[in-house]
């Protein structure tokens, strides 16, 4: 029995404007008391008239040049109707007919493949308020109701888990450069919803199994567990049975962190149930090439073009490249750090500060890179006392941290801690001995096997606190141990 997962994903994004989609209330609610960011018009009160928002249609348009896809010049808005208690109208303001954005593709790379996935659509909209479940009781608040979303479909191009969190990763990475959303999934403004079926070939047949939409994801790595969940248990279902099910049906399951288990919710809706129709009053409207053109002039460099000048231009490696591109400020840092007309050495130098003691500093601490306390003279300092023979490259590092920390200057730090590289021999010596005396075991194991010396010229290393001169001392250690 051959099984091909079929995985496509909705990524939904909520747009970084100042007010919401069709109303002039802010869109700054997060951690704000309940109900304090609403008016009549996003609480759906009788006689208050949706205006669109001028800048969603922009950074839509951003989003669609980022993506090479085709932007519908003639559009409009929609009315999307279902009941729930979260829907203040009854109905959403959508795009169903005319979606602003068709036919986009993003490249990604997998297992050093590239691969492309197609997206189908990305339609704006307003987002629903939120329901809270306490005690019993379902409480509402209608601060997000509004909220301008970006709603973007891919073509069921993805056949894994790994390749849809890369693809969700790299749309989260395109809104943040492009500067149209934050993208922060655990703060609900980047929301993933896979819908995966199986083809399935037994005896020389097809079967396809239904397909389901996983909602209630609250990161990425639960949105690659919850797609793992449905290919194990839509394969179950189909040997228990034996049976295709109509493929046509749909159904929305929830996503149980606690048990890691998908749970039915309801039958999905198709298109006619929602009833579609063009929003009666927000008027249809046009795109001018010319506005299109102007935001094309805007688009930033974005992370595959910065990638590429990265190993062309300073023959970075495809890896460290890829890391340094991951995240806008990252990059944005390195380059400053950088100046205009880098040396290549120096390139390499200060991309390995940047990707190794910067970069778990931040892991660790949990926060993004402050730009302002990256500064190009200390960098360029440090790079010419390493390569002078001043200070060793493990003090380099040591010292760029403690920058980026205090704020203090790389030359006093040097001083004051008495970092400055050891070359004097007699120094080396003293201390090459005392590491002779009291590691025998590893002396033993230095004249069996002449290649386990590192472990020694480690220690002589953490000894002189990083400020031995590293191919001095391991001379020294060689001579000492005949």
């Given at each position: ?7 496509g994903?909705e ?5 970084n ?20 960011y ?14 669109p ?9 951003l989003f669609a ?16 109707n279902?009941?729930?208690p979260?829907l203040?109208k009854?109905y959403?303001?959508?795009?169903f ?5 068709k036919?986009?593709l993003?490249k ?5 493949q ?5 997206i ?8 629903a308020?939120?329901s ?6 379902t409480?509402?608040?209608?601060n ?7 709603e973007?479909?891919?073509?069921p191009d993805?056949?894994s888990?790994?390749e ?5 990763q790299?749309?989260?990475?395109l809104v943040?450069?492009?500067?149209i959303?934050?993208?922060?999934i655990?703060?609900?403004?980047m929301?993933?919803?896979?819908t995966?079926n ?9 079967y396809?199994t ?6 209630n994801?609250?990161?990425l790595?639960a949105?690659?567990?919850?797609i793992?969940?449905?290919?194990e248990?839509?394969?179950d279902e189909?040997r ?18 606690d ?20 929003e009666p ?12 053109d ?6 930033p460099?974005?992370?595959?073009a910065k ?9 970075l490696?495809?890896?460290d490249?890829s890391l340094?591109?991951?995240d806008?400020d990252?990059?944005?840092s ?8 880098p040396?290549?050495d ?5 991309a390995?500060l ?5 970069k ?17 003279k ?12 001043d200070?060793s ?15 203090k200057d790389?030359q ?20 090459a ?6 590691n ?14 590192g472990?020694?010229i480690?220690q002589?290393?953490?000894l002189s606190k990083?400020?031995?001169?590293p191919?001095?001392a391991q ?8």
């Amino acid at each position: 029995m051959n099984i091909t997962p079929i995985i496509g994903l909705e990524i939904h994004i909520q747009l970084n404007t100042k007010t919401k989609a069709f109303c002039s209330c802010s869109t700054d609610y997060f951690k704000s008391p309940p109900n304090t960011y609403t008016c009549p018009a996003c609480l759906g009160l009788p006689g208050a008239l949706p205006v669109p928002n001028r800048q969603i249609i922009k950074k839509g348009i951003l989003f669609a040049l980022s993506v090479n896809a085709t932007i519908q010049k003639e559009t409009h808005f929609d009315r999307k109707n279902y009941f729930y208690p979260d829907l203040p109208k009854g109905y959403q303001i959508s795009q169903f007919y005319k979606p602003l954005i068709k036919d986009g593709l993003v490249k990604i790379t997998v297992n050093e493949q590239e691969k492309e996935v197609r997206i189908a659509e990305a339609h704006l909209e307003e987002d629903a308020a939120k329901s809270i479940h306490q005690r019993g009781h379902t409480l509402v608040d209608f601060n997000k109701a509004g909220i301008p979303l970006l709603e973007i479909v891919s073509e069921p191009d993805i056949a894994s888990s790994k390749e849809a969190k890369i693809y969700a990763q790299k749309i989260q990475q395109l809104v943040r450069y492009l500067d149209i959303s934050d993208a922060n999934i655990e703060e609900g403004s980047m929301r993933v919803e896979p819908t995966v079926n199986l083809k399935i070939k037994d005896n020389k047949k097809t079967y396809y199994t239904p397909l389901v939409e996983v909602k209630n994801i609250a990161s990425l790595s639960a949105a690659a567990a919850a797609i793992d969940y449905e290919i194990e248990r839509q394969t179950d279902e189909f040997r228990k049975t034996k049976q295709e099910k109509n493929p046509k049906n749909k159904t929305t399951r929830g996503w149980d962190m606690d048990t890691k288990k998908t749970f039915l919710q309801r039958e999905k809706e198709g298109s006619a149930d929602y009833r579609y129709f063009p929003e009666p009053d927000i008027p249809h409207f046009s795109i001018s090439d010319d506005f299109i053109d102007s935001l094309q002039k805007t688009l930033p460099e974005l992370p595959d073009a910065k990638m590429a000048r990265y190993q062309k231009e300073l023959t970075l490696s495809i890896y460290d490249s890829s890391l340094l591109v991951e995240d806008k400020d990252l990059a944005l840092s390195f380059e400053k750090a950088l100046g205009e007309k880098p040396q290549k050495d120096f390139a390499k130098f200060t991309a390995n500060l940047f990707l190794g003691v910067i970069k778990k500093h931040l892991n660790e601490t949990q926060e993004t890179i402050d730009i302002k306390r990256i500064k190009e003279k200390d960098f360029t300092y440090l790079f010419s006392a390493t390569q002078n023979g001043d200070i060793s490259s493990t003090v380099a590092k040591d010292v760029i941290l403690e920058v980026y920390k205090t704020k203090k200057d790389p030359q006093s730090i040097i001083k004051t801690k008495g970092l400055s590289q050891i070359s004097d021999t007699k120094e080396l010596e003293k201390l090459a001995q005392q590491i002779i005396k009291d590691n025998p075991k590893a002396v033993e194991d230095c004249k069996k096997n002449p290649n386990s010396i590192g472990f020694l010229i480690g220690q002589l290393m953490k000894l002189s606190k990083g400020s031995a001169n590293p191919q001095l001392a391991q001379e020294i250690l060689k001579k000492l141990l005949g």
